[in-house]
């Protein structure tokens, strides 16, 4: 019996010390305190901010925006759907662009957009964009790799133009040797309609990641591109384009990354425009020489600064936005590398960072140059992906940067989404359809702060005349611990209960929690998940009219209208 008494004691000392312990863990997460104010409307959100590239399931995301774009669409001979891959694949000239696509479209000319467009119809995606050739040359329609005896101009390759100085025709000319853009317009617009039609494409790319085309499509520019070359190319596509469809986006550069940013990519001119100029980076010259434009044709031809971002931080195995999920310091390099866009206090570990990373954090640099030289710029990040998609990390990762996006005022913004990528769909989801029932976060964003724990972000809106529906997304980037928060609202609304959605753990799927019934004083209190996107749908009382008082009221109204008939009665008599 003694010695079953001590084990018992035993037992119980060490269940008492777990509990400490565990206590003592959680006591280690300090709270968040979080507050949001409803009254304090800070922008308004645009809605093109959730929206992805061709190639991603539209059934599994509620995007707002789509966009057809990347390499292949450079060399796309519209005539008749071929186009060159370039160094993605072996300079390989095919019908990759609509391979799969539904039949009707396969020998139409056009296809690849007329799918596209259909595919975003099919979608309920309000806002397209279309790339339009600027490379110079398109594939001529023979399959193939096509190898260095064939580089442009040769017969393997049509040549480009805007213009066809000739009356329009919906069957366009094969056998010519060139393909005509705003010929490609028109037929369009016959099609699907232009950017009014709610069927057409509302927006179009002046090409794709031009400062690497001596790389990717060597086949046709055989030395890098100037600073001074693009810009002309730019002026007269873009003009092209307004001449066609005024009301239509245009979108420009497309630069794929921090050195064409910066330099575009080292061009050769770019040294003297710079020092000519006092420009900061290639950014600043691109936007100063759009503005001139505007000036040159008595309108703007450049709506919107078109960027790629794809981050280059590392984890801490060594490898750019690398899977390696076990390593703690990995995940936080994923969570951490949104931070470049906006967090001057961060540098991120990479060859960025290690050349001095003069423009992070990015975004109040992008805005600055544009209040500078070309004010009323829109800005989109066309292509971005933080990694991570087939992780909760990913998700996490997506949802933070489409929060600083609607923060920062970005236009339009569409993930370049590879073939793992349910976490960061649910993410956009959270933000555009986080119940199944079409139901987003709003389109005003609102007041809100966060105090005592890093780890945690808030991205409060309201829609526009609803102001008794309060939606958060709140972000925890704690990889192990869950993190209480102490949630405030202040408004003279008073809020009694919230539903709650959750992304967090081994499943993309968006689940639905147990509510909040309660809210008392406009103040609550929630424990977050660890690496988790949680939203809170917060509502108001609703006032609740008692059977007796309807009943009275209703006999008053009965009342009121029976005096008002034998009056009525009385005096036309007289």
Same mark, same amino acid.
Request: hydrophobic residues 35%.
């Given at each position: 019996?003694?010695?079953?008494?001590?084990? %018992? +004691? /035993?037992?119980? !000392?060490?269940? $008492?010390?777990?509990?400490?312990?565990?206590?003592? @863990? &959680? #006591?280690?997460?300090?709270?968040?305190?979080?507050?949001?104010?409803?009254?304090?409307?800070?922008? %308004? +959100? /645009?809605?093109? !901010?959730?929206? $992805?590239?061709?190639?991603?399931?539209?059934?599994? @995301? &509620? #995007?707002?925006?789509?966009?057809?774009?990347?390499?292949?669409?450079?060399?796309?001979?519209?005539?008749?759907?071929?186009?060159?891959?370039?160094?993605?694949?072996?300079?390989?000239?095919?019908?990759?662009?609509?391979?799969?696509?539904?039949?009707?479209?396969?020998?139409?000319?056009?296809?690849?957009?007329?799918?596209?467009?259909?595919?975003?119809?099919?979608?309920?995606?309000?806002?397209?964009?279309?790339?339009?050739?600027?490379?110079?040359?398109?594939?001529?329609?023979?399959?193939?790799?096509?190898?260095?005896?064939?580089?442009?101009?040769?017969?393997?390759?049509?040549?480009?133009?805007?213009?066809?100085?000739?009356?329009?025709?919906?069957?366009?000319?094969?056998?010519?040797?060139?393909?005509?853009?705003?010929?490609?317009?028109?037929?369009?617009?016959?099609?699907?309609?232009?950017?009014?039609?709610?069927?057409?494409?509302?927006?179009?790319?002046?090409?794709?990641?031009?400062?690497?085309?001596?790389?990717?499509?060597?086949?046709?520019?055989?030395?890098?591109?100037?600073?001074?070359?693009?810009?002309?190319?730019?002026?007269?596509?873009?003009?092209?384009?307004?001449?066609?469809?005024?009301?239509?986006?245009?979108?420009?550069?497309?630069?794929?990354?921090?050195?064409?940013?910066?330099?575009?990519?080292?061009?050769?001119?770019?040294?003297?425009?710079?020092?000519?100029?006092?420009?900061?980076?290639?950014?600043?010259?691109?936007?100063?020489?759009?503005?001139?434009?505007?000036?040159?044709?008595?309108?703007?031809?450049?709506?919107?600064?078109?960027?790629?971002?794809?981050?280059?931080?590392?984890?801490?195995?060594?490898?750019?936005?690398?899977?390696?999920?076990?390593?703690?310091?990995?995940?936080?390099?994923?969570?951490?590398?949104?931070?470049?866009?906006?967090?001057?206090?961060?540098?991120?570990?990479?060859?960025?960072?290690?050349?001095?990373?003069?423009?992070?954090?990015?975004?109040?640099?992008?805005?600055?140059?544009?209040?500078?030289?070309?004010?009323?710029?829109?800005?989109?990040?066309?292509?971005?992906?933080?990694?991570?998609?087939?992780?909760?990390?990913?998700?996490?990762?997506?949802?933070?940067?489409?929060?600083?996006?609607?923060?920062?005022?970005?236009?339009?913004?569409?993930?370049?989404?590879?073939?793992?990528?349910?976490?960061?769909?649910?993410?956009?989801?959270?933000?555009?359809?986080?119940?199944?029932?079409?139901?987003?976060?709003?389109?005003?964003?609102?007041?809100?702060?966060?105090?005592?724990?890093?780890?945690?972000?808030?991205?409060?809106?309201?829609?526009?005349?609803?102001?008794?529906?309060?939606?958060?997304?709140?972000?925890?980037?704690?990889?192990?611990?869950?993190?209480?928060?102490?949630?405030?609202?202040?408004?003279?609304?008073?809020?009694?209960?919230?539903?709650?959605?959750?992304?967090?753990?081994?499943?993309?799927?968006?689940?639905?929690?147990?509510?909040?019934?309660?809210?008392?004083?406009?103040?609550?209190?929630?424990?977050?998940?660890?690496?988790?996107?949680?939203?809170?749908?917060?509502?108001?009382?609703?006032?609740?009219?008692?059977?007796?008082?309807?009943?009275?009221?209703?006999?008053?109204?009965?009342?009121?209208?029976?005096?008002?008939?034998?009056?009525?009665?009385?005096?036309?008599?007289?």
């Amino acid at each position: 019996m003694k010695a079953s008494g001590k084990k %018992k +004691i /035993s037992a119980l !000392i060490a269940a $008492v010390s777990a509990a400490a312990i565990a206590q003592t @863990v &959680s #006591a280690e997460q300090p709270a968040a305190e979080i507050t949001v104010c409803p009254e304090n409307a800070v922008r %308004k +959100i /645009s809605p093109y !901010i959730y929206g $992805v590239n061709s190639g991603v399931d539209l059934n599994s @995301v &509620s #995007a707002k925006s789509f966009r057809l774009g990347g390499n292949r669409l450079s060399a796309y001979n519209w005539e008749n759907n071929y186009s060159n891959a370039g160094s993605d694949y072996h300079n390989s000239t095919d019908l990759y662009l609509v391979q799969n696509v539904p039949e009707e479209f396969k020998k139409a000319p056009g296809g690849a957009a007329l799918a596209a467009a259909d595919e975003a119809d099919k979608g309920n995606v309000p806002y397209r964009l279309l790339t339009l050739q600027m490379l110079g040359y398109a594939a001529a329609g023979k399959r193939g790799n096509v190898t260095e005896e064939y580089a442009a101009p040769s017969e393997k390759w049509v040549k480009v133009e805007n213009r066809k100085g000739s009356e329009f025709t919906l069957e366009p000319d094969k056998k010519d040797g060139v393909i005509y853009m705003d010929e490609y317009l028109n037929y369009l617009f016959n099609k699907i309609g232009n950017s009014e039609s709610g069927t057409g494409f509302s927006a179009y790319a002046l090409d794709n990641e031009p400062a690497l085309w001596s790389g990717t499509h060597s086949m046709v520019q055989r030395s890098p591109l100037t600073c001074s070359e693009l810009v002309s190319r730019s002026k007269d596509l873009a003009s092209m384009i307004k001449e066609m469809d005024e009301n239509a986006d245009v979108f420009g550069p497309s630069l794929y990354g921090y050195a064409a940013y910066d330099s575009f990519q080292g061009a050769p001119d770019w040294g003297e425009l710079k020092d000519a100029n006092g420009y900061r980076w290639f950014i600043d010259y691109y936007l100063d020489e759009m503005s001139k434009a505007e000036q040159e044709y008595g309108h703007r031809i450049l709506d919107v600064l078109d960027l790629h971002y794809y981050t280059e931080a590392k984890g801490e195995c060594g490898e750019r936005s690398c899977s390696n999920y076990d390593n703690d310091g990995c995940v936080t390099a994923r969570l951490n590398s949104v931070r470049s866009l906006y967090d001057e206090n961060y540098r991120e570990n990479s060859w960025i960072a290690d050349a001095g990373a003069e423009f992070f954090p990015l975004l109040p640099n992008i805005e600055q140059s544009i209040e500078k030289y070309y004010p009323g710029t829109k800005l989109a990040f066309t292509e971005y992906n933080f990694g991570g998609g087939d992780h909760i990390s990913g998700g996490v990762a997506e949802a933070d940067t489409l929060g600083i996006f609607a923060e920062h005022g970005v236009y339009f913004a569409s993930i370049w989404s590879f073939d793992q990528n349910a976490y960061q769909l649910s993410a956009i989801n959270m933000f555009t359809n986080y119940d199944g029932m079409g139901n987003g976060l709003g389109d005003t964003l609102i007041g809100s702060s966060v105090s005592g724990n890093e780890d945690i972000s808030v991205y409060p809106a309201v829609n526009e005349g609803e102001p008794d529906t309060v939606r958060m997304i709140v972000t925890n980037r704690s990889l192990h611990d869950e993190t209480p928060a102490k949630i405030s609202v202040d408004s003279e609304i008073g809020f009694t209960s919230a539903e709650v959605y959750s992304l967090s753990g081994d499943s993309a799927e968006i689940k639905r929690l147990e509510d909040i019934a309660e809210i008392s004083g406009n103040n609550f209190e929630y424990s977050l998940p660890p690496l988790s996107v949680t939203e809170f749908v917060l509502k108001r009382e609703e006032k609740k009219i008692s059977p007796l008082f309807t009943a009275i009221s209703a006999a008053a109204v009965a009342a009121f209208v029976t005096a008002a008939v034998l009056l009525v009665r009385k005096f036309s008599k007289k």
